[in-house]
T-cell receptor
Framework: DAKTTQPNSMESNEEEPVHLPCNHS???????IHWYRQLPSQGPEYVIH???SNVNNRMASLAIAEDRKSSTLILHRATLRDAAVYYC???????????FGKGTMLLVSP | EPEVTQTPSHQVTQMGQEVILRCVPI?????FYWYRQILGQKVEFLVS????????KSEIFDDQFSVERPDGSNFTLKIRSTKLEDSAMYFC????????????FGSGTRLTVV
């Protein structure tokens, strides 16, 4: 599986935007970029995914670099409920396995 | 919003005993998964299940583990003879398809082997 690299932790203030980076320099053409998050004591939760174009949904936006070697998850206005571990995962089309890394722990301060 | 339901939320068992963890995936999903997370560690893939058979499994999923879809709604993980190192959170998940689809995870079953 292609590997992703994320910062161990990031901090944000409530109601400010948060940009969570992910590097995936060995990504292949059939890899989708998925983001999940895990709130304390809960199961992982799907956030967003994309292939080449930027994507928006009700939870977040995903900005994908033109060469696809990096991406950024954008939370437009962080809330205390967004404090979680965020995982950037490459998922090859046609394969079902998700390989979780350590992710980025996002701390949100009031 | 549709949910993946797991029962029980917490199970304590003696070493060597068999346990069955139960999951009800989302009804129109076709792919089912088990993952586990040992306390303080990464979420690890165990097995995926499609069309009534295992499609992928990890090295963790050895002969002590089995999965079954006994009816149209339940998906179970059985551990035949539990070991202390099986203590973990076990997450069930389901998805409509592969690759470009997101999974929906359940809230997990905390298994404690004593």
């Amino acid at each position: 599986d292609a590997k992703t690299t994320q910062p161990n932790s990031m901090e944000s203030n409530e109601e400010e935007p948060v940009h969570l980076p992910c590097n995936h320099s060995t990504i292949s053409g059939t890899d989708y970029i998925h983001w999940y998050r895990q709130l304390p004591s809960q199961g992982p939760e799907y956030v967003i995914h994309g292939l080449t174009s930027n994507v928006n949904n009700r939870m977040a936006s995903l900005a994908i670099a033109e060469d696809r070697k990096s991406s950024t998850l954008i939370l437009h206005r962080a809330t205390l409920r967004d404090a979680a571990v965020y995982y950037c995962i490459l998922r090859r089309s046609g394969y079902s396995t998700l390989t979780f890394g350590k992710g980025t722990m996002l701390l949100v301060s009031p | 919003e549709p949910e993946v339901t797991q029962t029980p939320s917490h199970q304590v068992t003696q070493m060597g005993q068999e346990v069955i963890l139960r999951c009800v995936p989302i009804s129109n999903h076709l792919y089912f998964y088990w993952y586990r997370q040992i306390l303080g560690q990464k979420v690890e893939f165990l097995v995926s299940f499609y069309n009534n058979e295992i499609s992928e499994k990890s090295e963790i999923f050895d002969d002590q583990f089995s999965v079954e879809r006994p009816d149209g709604s339940n998906f179970t993980l059985k551990i035949r003879s539990t070991k202390l190192e099986d203590s973990a959170m076990y997450f069930c998940a389901s998805s409509e398809g592969t690759g470009q689809r997101g999974y929906t995870f359940g809230s997990g079953t905390r298994l404690t082997v004593v």
